[in-house]
């Protein structure tokens, strides 16, 4: 246990200098001066990003969860495997494809980007609220039905709260994946920060490629946290403590 | 364990094998590059048709943006590629650039000396950016030369829309110098920026007003889009030619003399015919390439 403690610390001590390193070395090379030069047009591209990210996520999170428990219902269950397989299928389809199937019908522009982003997001946040509801103990449900709640008490009280942890883990890989896929809406005039990512690379100017993908990489990040803290609080004490447990014994 | 044992004793025998019959010393190997447009897919090809016709082996790397390939070429990752004058003064060297075809050429050949490249072959293929409009609707406000749309947009400030790639939006010899020369500005939110290929789509599709183009571009043809005339001679020449490492040269001093006939042959005009049967006709840039080197009698059937 204690060397595998120190080497924990090590590891996280020798990533935390790498990450130092990298930014003491970008800023002494003016690697951010895009953003302090072009200002506007950084608010701008960061603005179409969050646009991008916001409304796809948003609307996928909307789409999946309610699709996600309407097909565990017991008299739907059979339609589970089709839809999950539909989903899986936009899932397989490369994600510079489905921008390109995007624009053909929706043009160039945000609006097409917005939409191949959504298809993108879906079934990370299906698969999890199927598994998440899938994994609810049954005779916990049959102990609620024995206590006379309704089917929709049921859902709310018992499985929603204990699925709680596995849907939001699958809304958190969606959105953090989104933000990453987001920087390709350039290629179809969607603006976001890929926009600077690109011109960096086909420039091969470092300034514009730092200013866009750090911003990209600390949104995701920022995300991320933000959905932990959101998980904190939904998911209910004792089935936090269950899962720390599980997640220790392993 | 035996059968694996011997199996792992196979596989290395014969590659061992293998490799003994193709290394030899007097195999020529050489490594094409290509950017990443059509023009470059087809050059590339027929310079590995012919370069194998005459013996070697090739290795084709494309797709590669311009500063990537050229960064490819200056460490010896690449040996031979199409590269075009002004590219090479103003991108590569931060020269001015040169209106003058073989003035262009002389002193790119003359800089690149010291980067260990040297260019040979210059062709008639001009592909220089142009802004490019839909005819009608070019017409229908008066707009000939980038001067008449220079005006227009002073005077209509935020009505005309434009479409660009990210290379073109933020290069010196690009929108930045066009915009300064002939004096005018596009707002913030009336400039799109996409991959190269898909403002002529957004052009056509009326999402736009004016794109940015290559000369060369077979769908200007194909959309009946009109390249605006560059009254003020901004875009400087961007002559084909080829351009490879020093070492490569020096290696294999043949291959100038064997691109020469096709260096002399290729034209602005020819290669708005091959792109257009590749881009529009989606033909195979293989056969397009090979087809038009047979045609011509550089390659025999």
């Known amino acids: ?250 | 364990m035996k059968k694996i044992i011997s199996l792992i004793a196979t596989i290395m025998i014969s590659t061992l094998l293998l490799s003994a019959c193709s290394g030899g010393d007097d195999s020529k190997e050489v490594t094409v590059g290509a950017k990443n447009f059509t023009e470059q897919f087809l050059l590339a090809k027929m310079t590995e048709l012919v370069l194998e016709e005459n013996g070697y082996t090739v290795d084709m790397k494309d797709n590669l943006g311009s500063s990537a390939l050229r960064k490819a070429l200056e460490n010896g990752q690449v040996d031979i590629t199409w590269d075009y004058t002004g590219t090479g003064l103003v991108t590569y060297n931060g020269e001015e650039p040169i209106a003058n075809k073989q003035e262009a050429f002389e002193t790119i050949k003359e800089i690149d000396k010291e980067n260990g490249i040297t260019w040979t072959n210059i062709s008639d293929i001009n592909n220089t950016y142009t802004l490019v409009m839909r005819q009608e609707q070019a017409d229908k406000l008066g707009i000939e030369t980038i001067s008449d749309l220079a005006e227009y947009v002073n005077s209509h400030p935020g009505e005309l829309k434009m479409a660009t790639d990210a290379e073109f939006a933020n290069r010196a010899d690009g929108l930045p110098g066009v915009l300064e020369t002939y004096g005018f500005e596009f707002g913030k939110d009336q400039v799109v920026s996409m991959t190269y290929g898909l403002n002529y789509e957004a052009l056509n599709n009326e999402e736009v007003d004016v794109a940015v183009g290559f000369s060369t571009d077979s769908r200007i043809r194909e959309f009946n889009l009109v390249s605006l005339k560059d009254d003020k001679e901004f875009f400087p020449s961007y002559n084909a030619a080829m351009s490879m490492t020093t070492e490569v040269y020096e290696k294999y001093p043949e291959i100038e003399e064997i691109f020469k006939p096709l260096s002399e042959a290729l034209d602005s005009q020819t290669m708005i015919e091959l792109n257009y049967q590749v881009d529009v006709e989606e033909r195979s840039v293989t056969d397009v390439a090979e087809e038009y080197l047979i045609n011509n009698g550089f390659l025999e059937e």
């Open chain 1, 1 to 250: 246990m204690n060397s595998k403690k120190i080497i924990a610390v090590a590891v996280k001590l020798f990533f935390w200098l790498l990450l130092i390193a990298f930014f003491w070395w970008s800023f002494t090379n003016d690697m951010f001066s895009r953003i302090s030069e072009e200002p506007v047009q950084f608010f701008n591209l960061l603005r179409d990003h969050l646009t991008l990210v916001g409304i796809s996520a948003g609307i996928a999170i909307l789409t999946s969860v309610p699709l996600g428990i309407l097909i565990t219902r017991a008299s739907l269950r059979k339609s589970e495997w089709l839809v999950v397989n539909i989903a899986n299928l936009g899932q397989t389809i490369p994600s510079l494809a489905i921008l390109a199937l995007a624009m053909g019908f929706l043009g160039i522009g945000l609006k097409a980007a917005i939409v191949a982003l959504y298809i993108y997001s879906l079934l990370p946040i299906l698969q999890n609220t199927v598994a998440g509801l899938d994994s609810v103990n049954p005779e916990t449900k049959d102990a609620a039905k024995g206590m006379g709640l309704t089917p929709l008490q049921i859902l709310f009280k018992v499985e929603l709260p204990s699925a709680a942890y596995s849907i939001i883990a699958g809304i958190r890989t969606a959105v953090v994946l989104n933000i990453g896929t987001a920087a390709l809406a350039y290629l179809i005039g969607g603006g976001g920060l890929g926009v600077w990512i690109f011109t960096g690379i086909q420039l091969f100017d470092n300034s514009y490629l730092i200013s866009g993908a750090v911003p990209v990489t600390l949104l995701a990040i920022g995300v991320d946290f933000l959905f932990r803290g959101i998980q904190y609080l939904l998911v209910p004490k004792g089935l936090r403590l269950a899962q720390q447990a599980a997640i220790e014994s392993v």
